[in-house]
């Protein structure tokens, strides 16, 4: 079974939070602990029906709209959908690789990077992907 792949984001540019990478995710989604951790901001009124890898249905907290991610040198805006008891902290599904246009490269030697751009400058970043749960931890400790 693979093993599942996380970055760093920097959400708000308030805090670092591990996010994964779900490409078969149709929302970007981030716990309510994460979102009151980053000062994330959300509309309780804008809510959707979420199905999880289990089958279970749990409604949204509400949405975020417009908030700052930066990876590396990229920052992008994203929608984010607010989970109560997400067993993640950040969860980046296909609107992030569709807005990053993101292309997965894996190395002979078993790394795996991500390389993604910016929708405005076209700068681009290769990141490294990490084991979820073996993100280093940044120099603050927030992980």
């Not at 540019?13 to 149709?26: D, F, K, P, V, Y």
């Not at 959300?42 to 709209?65: F, K, V, Y």
């Not at 292309?103 to 990077?113: C, F, I, L, M, T």
Request: hydrophobic content about 35%; charged content about 15%.
């Amino acid at each position: 079974m693979a093993t599942l792949r996380v970055i760093p984001a920097l959400i708000n540019s308030i805090r670092e939070e591990e996010a994964l990478l779900n490409s078969g995710s149709q929302i970007v989604s981030m716990s309510r602990e994460a979102a009151s951790a980053c000062k994330v901001t959300w509309d309780p009124e804008t809510t959707i029906n979420m199905m999880s890898a289990n089958g279970q249905i749990n409604r949204t907290c509400g949405l975020a709209r417009n908030i700052p991610f930066t990876f590396g040198n990229v920052t992008t805006y994203l929608q984010v959908h607010v989970m109560d008891d997400a067993p993640y902290q950040v969860l980046l599904g296909r609107p992030f690789n569709v807005i990053t246009e993101s292309k997965v490269v894996n190395s002979a030697e078993g790394g795996q990077y991500i390389n993604i751009m910016d929708p405005n400058t076209k700068e681009q970043a290769m990141l490294p992907t990490y084991p979820k749960g073996q993100l280093p931890h940044s120099k603050e400790g927030n992980f």
